[in-house]
């Protein structure tokens, strides 16, 4: 991976993936105890940053391997990237999800025009079912982050970060990212490298599934042991990528832990005071620069909103039991 690849991910992604705002709120700014900097995701095409490297990959193979269909995993948000993606270039694409993915990203991802295949997380193994149906039917499998054109077209983001940092005076801060398996906190770490090298990104996790915090901090790659789900399911991974992991311990500083209810906070006043819609799993950066304010050094932070995609209950509960901020 280098920028090189990011940067021609971005030619391809201009004019059809959203430059997102970076915006501000003095009453965050207030709670954090310095400046922050939203970078707002959640206002991607699908909801998510996901639509990047789907993008970015489905345009990035051949006319044949494109026309034969493309075949992906995902708990909701990469399902709806790559379901539109395909949908744009006129080919088909089978989506392997969760039982218990939210109700919303299943329906979603369906009425982008996706097949969607459902699998137990707790006895199937989504590796093998992808594996077989890519074989059966020869279709291309786009990982949903341990995928070099994947993480180059999450990498844009971090193109756009340090743009728009820039015109705003801003050349130093900490990046704070919501992290899973890696895709888009080591595309912006790489992108930032080279445009940005003042910036340094710190991964965000929930509480329970905090194995790139404690891959970073061990120096090797850590794997959770806990339930496959939780309430920030987008950023529920076993472990952090192959690909991605070794990106992120050159680059990235220590992560951060929130708990749910911090991320359901960070729901809340996302919502109130930039009108933003977040789901849990995308609101983990921006609690993590909210209510983890000791563990940060930089006088301004950027976080990512990576994701907007919650069902209505859920939100309205964030909503409901913390007030709107």
């Known amino acids: 991976m280098d920028i090189q690849r990011i940067e021609a991910a971005a030619r391809r992604l201009k004019g059809h993936a959203r430059v997102t705002p970076l915006l501000s709120s003095p009453f ?26 789907a993008r970015s990959a489905v345009s990035a193979l051949s006319d044949e391997k494109r026309k034969n269909g493309v075949i992906a995993f995902s708990s909701g948000n990469h399902a709806q990237g790559v379901a539109l993606a395909a949908k744009q270039f006129g080919t088909s694409a089978v989506i ?6 939210p109700k919303m990203k299943i329906d979603n991802t369906r009425a982008l025009g996706a097949e969607v295949v459902l699998y137990d997380r707790a006895t199937e193994d989504r590796d093998v079912i992808g594996s077989k149906l890519s074989e059966e039917r020869g279709l291309t499998l786009i990982r949903p982050y341990d995928e070099p054109e994947v993480i180059a077209g999450q990498g844009t983001c971090g193109l756009e970060i340090a743009a728009q940092a820039a015109e705003l005076g801003v050349t130093e801060a ?6 899973g398996g890696g895709g888009l906190t080591s595309g912006i770490a790489l992108a930032l490298e080279s445009h940005a090298p003042g910036m340094r990104v710190r991964p965000a996790e929930p509480e329970g599934f905090d194995d790139v ?49 911090e991320a359901q906070t960070a729901m809340a006043q996302a919502f109130a005071r930039l009108k ?4 849990p799993g995308g609101a983990v950066a921006l609690a993590a620069a909210l209510y983890h304010a000791d563990q940060i050094d930089a006088d301004t932070v950027i976080c990512t909103i990576s994701g907007g995609n919650v069902d209505r209950a859920v939100f309205l509960r964030a909503l409901e039991q913390f007030g709107e901020g």
């Open 96 to 101: 392997i999800m969760p039982s218990d993915a």
């Open 213 to 261: 915090t404690r891959s970073l901090a061990s120096g090797q790659i850590e794997r959770n042991t806990g339930s496959a789900n939780g309430l920030c399911d987008a950023i529920v991974t076993p472990q952090p990528g192959n690909m991605t992991f070794p990106i992120m311990h050159r680059l990235c500083g220590s992560g951060i832990v929130v708990t749910d209810a």
């Open 174 to 179: 900490e990046v704070i990212v919501c992290c």
């Open 276 to 279: 933003l819609v977040a789901e």
């Open 28 to 53: 965050l700014e207030k709670i954090a105890g310095r400046r922050v900097l939203v970078k707002a995701e959640c206002l991607q095409h699908t909801g998510s940053f996901k639509y990047r490297g």
